[in-house]
């Protein structure tokens, strides 16, 4: 059964850090992009970070650039999120989600191109 797994969520205050790890089970991930996407209450799912396949490039969105830094690790199919300088409009629940296209050139960065989707981990950051 192909799973992704995410821990690391929590409450902290704003200002602080915190690391999310997504722990991928039954099949490889080594050759897929690997995403995390986020969702506040009331708000649409939107895209966080990627990595791509083979970890060479990185991409992030504009509110989370120079305090989130997305990471993996292949050989123990896992990937991070590493997240600094906290703000209470971070809070949302995080999922951790890989492309359904091997090998891709590239990265994307919209919902409908992950086919593999953990089931979150809530971050709350309070002010």
């Known amino acids: 059964q192909v799973q992704l797994v995410e821990s690391g969520g929590g409450l902290v205050q704003a200002g602080g850090s915190l690391r999310l790890s997504c722990a991928a089970s039954?099949?490889?991930?080594?050759?897929?992009?690997m995403a995390w996407f986020r969702q506040a209450p009331g708000k649409e799912r939107e895209f966080v970070a990627v990595i791509s396949w083979s970890g060479s490039m990185t991409y992030l969105q504009d509110s989370v650039k120079g305090r989130f830094t997305i990471s993996r690790d292949k050989a123990e199919n896992m990937v991070y999120l590493q997240m600094n300088n906290l703000k209470p409009e971070d809070t949302a629940v995080y999922y951790c989600?890989?492309?359904?296209?091997?090998?891709?050139?590239?990265?994307?960065?919209?919902?409908?191109?992950?086919?593999?989707w953990g089931q979150g981990t809530q971050v709350t950051v309070s002010s």
């Open positions: 039954g099949r490889t991930f080594s050759t897929y992009a």
């Open positions: 989600a890989a492309d359904k296209t091997p090998l891709r050139i590239g990265v994307v960065t919209t919902a409908r191109d992950y086919s593999v």
